[in-house]
T-cell receptor, first 111, second 115 residues
Framework: GDSVTQMEGPVTLSEEAFLTINCTYTATGYPSLFWYVQYPGEGLQLLLKATKADDKGSNKGFEATYRKETTSFHLEKGSVQVSDSAVYFCALSGGNTPLVFGNGTRLSVIA | EPEVTQTPSHQVTQMGQEVILRCVPISNHLYFYWYRQILGQKVEFLVSFYNNEISEKSEIFDDQFSVERPDGSNFTLKIRSTKLEDSAMYFC?????????????FGPGTRLLVL
């Protein structure tokens, strides 16, 4: 079945460092890909999404490009802030199916 | 901005007791979902609901679980006889329609602890 694999956390970075969180997927067909973020004590919020190959999703300085050839959707940000500390989930949707999530990656940004 | 709400935020119950988790989806959304996240594990799909019936359910969603839309706004998940392994964070979500491009909007979750 469909699956999502994320890099293991936790990831600890200094403020203004470059962030990459790797995400690869296995799916039949052409899924849509999502990044959700969970701030401490809150629910899952959509961060960005891409619905077809080569699409780039972006929001709040975060970006991810849908790469069909490498089945990847890596999350990047050029300069992280303390307020970006959260758990990040990569997910896919294959159509009329529920979201399939990765394990989540905890990011801690220190000043 | 409209949001999905869930109550209670935390619930502690004894094994074997019934619990009802409540959700208010975004008002113009037609598709509703429950997911759960056991501590330290991934978010897992439980059930989806549309037009007053279950449209899909996972293997986790056995006979101990049920869902209901008792009125025009609430969407509930009932666990009939809780087990220790039901301890998890339960997330409700809703979406305007179905399809791979559709965004599901999540509530803040209910943390359930079964003792």
């Amino acid at each position: 079945g469909d699956s999502v694999t994320q890099m293991e956390g936790p990831v600890t970075l200094s403020e203004e460092a470059f962030l990459t969180i790797n995400c690869t997927y296995t799916a039949t067909g052409y899924p849509s890909l999502f990044w959700y973020v969970q701030y401490p004590g809150e629910g899952l919020q959509l961060l960005l999404k891409a619905t077809k190959a080569d699409d780039k999703g972006s929001n709040k300085g975060f970006e991810a490009t849908y790469r069909k050839e490498t089945t990847s959707f890596h999350l990047e940000k050029g300069s992280v802030q303390v307020s970006d500390s959260a758990v990040y989930f990569c997910a896919l949707s294959g159509g009329n199916t529920p979201l399939v999530f990765g394990n989540g990656t905890r990011l801690s940004v220190i000043a | 901005e409209p949001e999905v709400t869930q109550t209670p935020s935390h619930q502690v119950t004894q094994m074997g007791q019934e619990v009802i988790l409540r959700c208010v989806p975004i008002s113009n959304h037609l598709y509703f979902y429950w997911y759960r996240q056991i501590l330290g594990q991934k978010v897992e799909f439980l059930v989806s609901f549309y037009n007053n019936e279950i449209s899909e359910k996972s293997e986790i969603f056995d006979d101990q679980f049920s869902v209901e839309r008792p009125d025009g706004s609430n969407f509930t998940l009932k666990i009939r006889s809780t087990k220790l392994e039901d301890s998890a964070m339960y997330f409700c979500a809703s979406s305007e329609s179905r399809g791979k491009e559709e965004t599901q909007y999540f509530g803040p979750g209910t943390r359930l602890l079964v003792l």
